[in-house]
Nanobody, 123 residues
């Protein structure tokens, strides 16, 4: 069973950048597609992006396209979310999640979750 721990969140001004990291324990990490989700205050959990098991396939939502990049390093059991040109509306708790064999967009396909890391963007 994989366990996930996110880090890298914080307070940043609009236009700034942050890099979120997700460290996974367990030797089966490369067998999971990985996703990033976020939850803003008073809102539901939203899919942000996902990466395939090998790292060759990625997808992100339209609102972050061109600003956010998702990647993984299977040798280090790590997943990353590089966030550039941050906006106030990106403020949320960000979660990484491990799923099955495909990088789906729905949270129902992900069954292992980290505890989340807070990202706050001041305008």
């Amino acid at each position: 069973q994989v366990q996930l721990v996110e880090s890298g969140g914080g307070l940043v001004q609009a236009g700034g950048s942050l890099r979120l990291s997700c460290a996974a324990s367990g030797r089966t990490f490369s067998g999971y597609a990985m996703g990033w989700f976020r939850q803003a205050p008073g809102k539901g959990r939203e899919f942000v992006g996902a990466v395939s098991q090998s790292g060759t396939g990625t997808r992100v939502i339209d609102s972050v396209k061109g600003r956010f990049t998702i990647s993984r390093d299977n040798a280090k059991n790590m997943v990353y979310l590089q966030m550039n040109s941050l906006k106030a509306e990106d403020t949320a708790i960000y979660y990484c999640a491990a799923g099955g064999s495909y990088y789906y967009t729905s949270n129902k396909h992900y069954d292992i979750w980290g505890q989340g890391t807070q990202v706050t963007v001041s305008s």
